[in-house]
């Protein structure tokens, strides 16, 4: 059963009528551009098609009542009175809280949710959550918001309820994406660009098996790190440090700052020649763009962990693949893979058993289509 209609259901049977409104937002997978993002830079994501839904009715007495089908259960708190929970809860408070920061008059509602985004695999379930939770807002409550407010409320949320210093790449795409597309945000200004996927690929996403957690990895200390570079610089961010500034005046940067900064630099210009080279169909640029996104993380920005640098071989390897490289926060998580139409099969056959001899991990491989940002379908 579709999950639209399973949440539909649920919500008939709790509430004795159906939802008034449906919401959704997508996960993400980003194609290049890694942790550029919280430096003011380049990233080239797409929404796939794997999503967080809720259905909802309004309420009168200014409560949020939400029920998880997927995780078994319920939570339940007054706006006027926003506390901290746990877990999946904490994102909806956070979100409610965030929202109410920037002025607008929320309403309550009840409502049921479920999802397909697996959890903690770095497809940005947590960014699609709050990103359908704002959906959810702006229905009950009769208002919209752009998908730059949507995203800013979403990072507020992830930085300062949750506690994680991410960047705002997950919320944009998340709410700003568009069907068929990949787009390239500049998160400085958050201006969009949608660039055509190449004809005759596919976008595959492996994932490890390996978990990750970002509040625990090393992600807030790179982002210090790369801090203390733009400062070394004189800049407001690494965005601002050309290729040939790097190298007239990265001497003095001790490793390993140095590499991290190097990575940035280097990331940046990837990904605006990666959207060059897809808007232009060529996909042998593309893919190798990609490889080398993949070595500069590895290796400067150190951010790849042993299976993740096996997956992305394996699927280098294997018929059909274009390109391959970690995707997301890293030390876990998925690689992506851009591969040929008509090869589809023989790179899944290929890619799954070398990746489980080298790791003895088996990996989950999912062929994904890029779909259209949050949106209240009713
Ligand atoms: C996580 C963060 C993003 C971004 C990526 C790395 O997904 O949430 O903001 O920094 O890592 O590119």
């Given amino acids: 059963m579709l999950i639209q209609q399973r949440i539909t259901d649920v919500f008939a049977n709790r509430y004795g009528t159906g939802p008034r409104y449906l919401v959704r937002a997508p996960g993400r997978v ?15 994501p797409m929404a796939i098609d794997r999503a967080i839904w809720i259905a909802l009715s309004p309420r009168d007495d200014r409560r949020v009542v939400l029920h998880s089908v997927d995780f ?11 506390g901290k929970t746990s877990g999946w809860g904490d994102y909806v408070h956070g979100t409610a809280w965030a929202l109410q920061q920037t002025g607008v008059g929320l309403c309550g509602w009840s409502g049921v949710m479920a999802g397909d985004v697996p959890v903690g695999a770095g497809l940005s379930s947590s960014a699609a959550l709050e990103m359908a939770v704002v959906q959810a807002f702006c229905a009950a409550s009769g208002f919209s918001l752009s998908p730059k407010e949507m995203a800013k409320a979403g990072q507020a949320c992830e930085n300062q309820w949750i506690g994680v210093n991410s960047g705002i790449m997950d919320q944009m795409i998340s709410a700003a994406a568009v069907a068929g597309r990949a787009l390239l945000i500049d998160c400085r200004s958050l201006e969009t660009r949608a660039v055509p996927l ?23 200390q790179r982002r210090q ?29 001790s490793d390993p700052v140095r590499s991290r900064a190097r990575h940035i630099v280097t990331e940046n210009q990837r990904t605006l020649d990666a959207a060059h080279a897809m808007a232009a169909g060529d996909v042998i640029r593309l893919g190798r763009l990609m490889g080398q996104s993949h070595v500069s993380l590895r290796d400067d920005f150190e951010v790849s962990c042993q299976q993740l640098n096996a997956m992305s071989v394996c699927a280098q390897a294997a018929p059909g693949c274009l390109g391959a490289r970690m995707t997301g926060g890293g030390f876990g998580g998925c690689a992506v893979a851009l591969v040929e139409e008509t090869e589809v099969d023989r790179f899944a056959r290929q890619t799954a058993q070398c990746y489980e001899s080298a790791t003895g991990l088996l990996p989950k491989i999912y062929f994904c289509r890029a779909e259209n940002g949050a949106s209240i379908v009713f």
């Fill in 198 to 220: 190449p004809e005759k690929t596919v976008v595959a996403i492996l994932d490890t098996g390996v978990r990750r957690g970002l509040v625990d990895s090393a992600y807030n």
């Fill in 225 to 253: 790190q790369c801090e203390e570079a733009a400062r070394h610089f004189g800049v407001i961010a690494l965005r601002d440090v050309s290729t040939e500034q790097f190298h007239a005046e990265s001497a003095g940067l």
């Fill in 30 to 44: 980003n194609l290049i551009g890694e942790h550029t993002d919280y430096n003011d830079g380049f990233v080239l």
């Fill in 72 to 82: 078994d259960s319920e939570i339940s708190f007054p706006l006027d009175r926003i």
